[in-house]
Structure formats: structure tokens, C-alpha cells
């Protein structure tokens, strides 16, 4: 059973950054994917960052070019930085694994963006 811890989540004013870490109680076989989703209040979950083991990369449009995925396997971790946060950024935000077929969450960590 992979367990799945994130981390990082704080509350940042407009522009500024955070690195949000997902950290699992043990590697994650290939293939899998790895990806970032949030959620705000009275909005669907959606995904703003994807990883998966062939390296590929996957945006939402809207966290183009602002945030990076990236992975850490020696650390069994991954990681979400996100720079020049808007307004609009503000969510509770999901680790998700996807391998062998199963799909595992975090609990969340919050991001809030505010003046």
C-alpha cells in the first residue's frame, strides 16, 4: 500500500513562490503517473501538473511556464514549484500516483494567495 504524505502548502502573497513536496513510504514501479491537481472552493479537482515514466511533461494552461513538476527518486519524492502566484492559485492541492493500476491521494496541503 503506497502511502502518500504532501507538504509545503502556506500562505504566499501575489508573485510570490512555494515548492510543495509529495513524499511516499516507498518507490513507485514503473510505469506510472505522477501528477499535481487542486481544488478550490466550489470547483471541480482539476490537474495542473503530470509526470509520468517516460518523462513526459503535461501543463494546464493556466500554470504554464509558472509552475514544474519534477521527481526525486532517490528521496521517494516529488515535488511541485510554483512561481508567480496568482489570485486564482488557491486551492487545496492533491499528490496523485497512478501505477499498477491503482490511484492513490494525498490528503492535501493548502495554498492560499492573498494580500
Known amino acids: 500500500q503506497v502511502q502518500v504524505v504532501e507538504s509545503g502548502g502556506d500562505l504566499v502573497q501575489p508573485g510570490g513562490s512555494l515548492r510543495l513536496s509529495c513524499a511516499t513510504n516507498g518507490s513507485i514501479d514503473s510505469p506510472y503517473l505522477l501528477a499535481w491537481y487542486r481544488q478550490a472552493p466550489g470547483q471541480e479537482r482539476e490537474r495542473v501538473a503530470a509526470l509520468n515514466s517516460g518523462h513526459k511533461l503535461v501543463y494546464a494552461d493556466s500554470v504554464q511556464g509558472r509552475f514544474t513538476i519534477s521527481r526525486d527518486p532517490a528521496k521517494n519524492t516529488m515535488y511541485l514549484q510554483m512561481n508567480s502566484l496568482k489570485l486564482e492559485d488557491t486551492a487545496l492541492y492533491y499528490c496523485?500516483?497512478?501505477?499498477?493500476?491503482?490511484?492513490?491521494w494525498g490528503q492535501g496541503t493548502q495554498v492560499t494567495v492573498s494580500s
Open positions: 496523485n500516483i497512478f501505477s499498477r493500476g491503482v490511484n492513490y
